[in-house]
Every structure is written in C-alpha cells, then in structure tokens.
Nanobody
Framework: QVQLVESGGGLVQPGGSLKLSCAGS????????IGWFRQAPGKERYWVSC????????NLADSVKGRFTISRDSTKDTAYLFMNNLEPADTAVYYC???????????????????WGQGTQVTVSA
C-alpha cells in the first residue's frame, strides 16, 4: 500500500526554523511530483510548494518565498521542506502529496494529487 509519511513538525518560536520530511513509499524515486500543503484550523488546505525531478523544477507560494525551500533526494526517496523565519501565520498541519503531473507555475492542482500523507503539526508561538 502506497503511503506518504511526514515528519519533523513541532513547536517553534517566531523566527525559528523547522525541516519537514516526506518519506515517499517509492513514489519520489519513480519521479512523482511532491507537493506540500498546509491547513490551519477552520481553513481550507492551501498549496505551499511543489517539486518535480529529475530536473528538480520547484515552485513556492508567494507567502513563503524567501523563507521556505523545497528539495528532494531520490536516493533516499524523501522530500523536504525547509522552513526558516517562521511566523505565527505558518501554524498549520502540513501535508505532503504525490502527483503524476509536473510542478509548474499553475499546478498540479490539489485534485491532481493521487497520494497524501497524514500530516504533521507545525505550531509557531512564543
């Protein structure tokens, strides 16, 4: 059974950093696009970032550009989301997902992701 597994969430002070990992169950090694989404309490799930290998084309939402970085390691079948200068508004459950569609300026859309992880909580608070 294909299962993505996120890890690395936690409680951090404003201005701090976290590294989220997404274990890909073979999908990253196969070249699937990996996306990161986040969902705050009472809000919809929003796209944060995506990356497609092997050229490693990546894209980030405007709200996290300059603070977050996405990467992938196909040899470890793992994708990462490096989050720096965290703000309270970044508090959410973060999900990774896998898609057969390429990461671009406009997609994949949320409905084009085939597999999802269970999420990891990120809380930014003093």
């Amino acid at each position: 059974q294909v299962q993505l597994v996120e890890s690395g969430g936690g409680l951090v002070q404003p201005g701090g950093s976290l590294k989220l990992s997404c274990a890909g169950s073979g999908l990253i090694s196969e070249g699937y696009t990996i996306g990161w989404f986040r969902q705050a309490p009472g809000k919809e799930r929003y796209w944060v970032s995506c990356i497609t290998g092997p050229a490693d084309f990546a894209n980030l939402a405007d709200s996290v550009k300059g603070r977050f970085t996405i990467s992938r390691d196909s040899t470890k079948d793992t994708a990462y989301l490096f989050m720096n200068n965290l703000e309270p508004a970044d508090t959410a459950v973060y999900y990774c997902a896998a898609s057969r569609f390429r990461c671009s300026g406009n997609g994949p859309s949320r409905s084009q992701y085939d597999y999802w992880g269970q999420g990891t909580q990120v809380t930014v608070s003093a």
